[in-house]
């Protein structure tokens, strides 16, 4: 494996809000990451390498409960006003367990992040910017 734990804290140290994402995405990808999942209940964070090897966070916050609804209009209203630097990490967290979002995975090499609910299903993608 090529990256450690230690080194992604770095780089998520310098994510002051959504509109650092695609800087941090990048810096990640270079040091070996091919996916990862971000589980919203806790925030442990799941990193694979090309090879599928994976390490994990463990959890960063104190437990969230996630909806059992999917409030969709909202979720995409909270993830654009994070994106565009509105939000924090952590209310955007919260924001995703309100509106039933379970889990996101983000591909580097397809560079998009896709949303879970709980039951697993696919409820949203969206293509990652560049830097």
């Not at 654009?80 to 919260?94: A, R, V």
């Not at 979002?101 to 090499?109: A, M, P, Q, R």
């Amino acid at each position: 494996m090529k990256f450690t734990i230690e080194e992604i804290k770095a780089e998520h140290q310098k994510v002051k809000n959504g509109a650092d994402f695609p800087k941090y995405i990048q810096a990640i990808k270079n040091r070996g990451v091919s996916h990862y999942t971000v589980y919203v209940s806790d925030g442990n964070t799941e990193y694979f390498d090309q090879e599928n090897q994976s390490d994990t966070t463990g959890s960063k916050y104190d437990t969230l409960t996630i909806s059992k609804n999917i409030n969709l209009e909202n979720f995409k209203l909270r993830l654009k006003l994070h994106q565009q630097g509105g939000t924090d990490y952590l209310t955007f967290c919260k924001d995703c367990a309100e509106n039933g979002v379970e889990c996101w995975k983000i591909d580097l090499n397809t560079m998009t992040c896709t949303y879970f609910d709980k039951a697993e299903n696919n409820i949203l993608v969206e293509q990652i910017p560049s830097v």
